[in-house]
């Protein structure tokens, strides 16, 4: 089970009722962040989830509402008790700013872990997440980020027993290792059937329309995507800002055929996006105005 | 007439429902900030008041918990058109803490005026207010405050005759100007009665009790102090940590004898401060243990 809860749906400055967009999952005891801006750590008490476990916070981008709830979240983690060395990732230039912020956080009790895109796409494989980092088209250099909890084949035993793998060995073969016996390498695939759907969440923001965004969401059970303009007039905006519209965001939606599209990072101008929802459905069925704290727990799928 | 508004009432770290401690007043058109951790400038939408015309920005000390909410607040300022130039204080390391800060808040487009305190004790002049910051007892380098609204003394036409001042100087006079007509140079002192009482704010975080606190705090209309710790038996807790409790704070309103004391700067272990009210209240009977945004507008005695 991978929980995910969208904390804020805001853009550009945290409002009352509307904090700042930041994304928290938790699958197996292990939390990520992405990105922080001022104000998330209280949405993360608001929904009672903990900073404790969040080892890896992931970054957009470095534009102020993305980044500034940083130095107050690492003093709590350091308040919480955490010792264990938090890892950091997002575009050139994460160890400076970085840095810079943690002027006001000094002494913290666990290590930083800087990590630095270099190239157009990158991976992470943390702790059951496999992530993938990939740039889109903002007017700095912008990540966006895909989860994938992968799901191993359904064990089969029929295939193990052709394949000659002793029954001791199963046990840890399931689990995903690899095991030594007599001399005998055993691998997961000889006892596995072929690999099940996993899940799959999208997240994306401060970006033009791209290409490999609608790649990267394809198969998405949930796809996040900035809907900083509702007015499809201000899709002229939207470009000179490197921004979108949700129109725009939902035909990448239904291009992506995704299971659901949640709107974020609303223009603090854009006071009740859910009054466009009707027409953006028209584009993409599945599409959702999100509010702060919108939760799912997305399941792996019967067999 | 002075507006003060304590908009949150926080220490360490903010809370749902508990932003942390920082101060806003507002007097003839000219707003002043001191201390703004992450999410003041939520509070100062929630309240109302506007970012905009916040003159200068006071800091008692540059921990996470009193200055995290700057660049946020900063870019929210340039994104309402600001372009005046606002006046930081505090003590040193301010420029060096402010510009690391300010690497998520590039461009700004208004001037930032650094002004580093050197002494025990430095008075500011800006807009109408008279402020003296004091140094305080906390374990980093740390300031108290006292805002103070000077009130001129009446205009008495009987001394303005008798120091034979021209009628058409008397309105000058009376807005404190001096005029100078045909060689002589006319004071207000020459037209006005003895010097009225003003108002008076004192606001000190993160200390020990002082005896400089009593004595800046006396004849305030309003002294808002610390109260991290209700229990006594914390005392030694607020020794170590350079912190006070309630009572210590009751105990010094008692010796300065001021309008009113406002508790803030709770420590989240401290969930309800108002159950231990009425003890407090038994030292000084004016004691409030204020919650977020509790605001007063402080008015000249009648004459």
Redo the contacts between chains.
């Keep these: 089970m991978l929980d995910v809860c969208l904390l804020g749906t805001g853009g ?5 009722g509307r904090a700042l967009t930041s994304l928290m999952t938790r699958f197996n005891g292990s939390s990520l962040l992405i990105d922080c ?3 998330t ?2 949405t993360v ?2 929904k009672g989830w903990s900073m404790h476990d969040v080892d890896a916070m992931l970054f957009t981008h ?4 993305h ?3 940083l ?2 979240i690492l ?2 983690m350091a ?1 919480s008790d955490r010792t264990e060395p938090v890892k950091l990732y997002g575009p050139p230039g994460l160890r ?2 970085v840095n ?2 943690c ?3 000094p002494g913290l009790p666990f290590e930083l872990e800087f990590n630095e895109f270099n190239d157009v796409e990158e991976y992470i494989s943390l702790n059951g997440y496999e992530i993938t980092a990939f740039k889109v088209n903002h007017n700095v250099t912008c990540y966006g980020y895909t989860i994938y909890i992968p799901r191993a084949g359904k064990f089969d035993p029929e295939k193990a027993k052709n394949n000659n793998v002793p029954m001791k060995a199963w046990n840890r073969l399931q689990k995903g290792d690899n095991v030594e016996m007599d001399g005998v390498i055993y691998t997961p695939d000889m006892i596995l059937g072929p690999k099940r759907k996993g899940l799959k969440v999208t997240y994306t923001t401060d970006t033009r329309p791209t290409e490999g965004i609608v790649e990267h969401a394809k198969g998405s059970d949930l796809f996040i995507c900035e809907g900083m303009y509702a007015d499809p007039e201000k899709r002229a905006d939207a470009i000179k800002k490197k921004h979108m519209t949700m129109q725009e965001a939902a035909e990448m939606a239904a291009r992506a055929d995704v299971g659901e599209l949640w709107y974020t990072h609303y223009s603090p101008s854009l006071v009740n996006p859910a009054r466009n929802i009707k027409e953006m459905k028209e584009i993409f069925p599945r599409a959702v105005a999100a509010k702060d704290r919108r939760t799912v727990e997305l399941m792996f799928e019967e067999d």
């Design positions: 550009m400055m945290p409002l009352p801006g001022e104000g750590q209280v008490r608001e470095y534009h102020g509402d980044i500034s709830g130095p107050g003093l709590s308040n400076r700013v810079a912020l002027i006001i956080a």
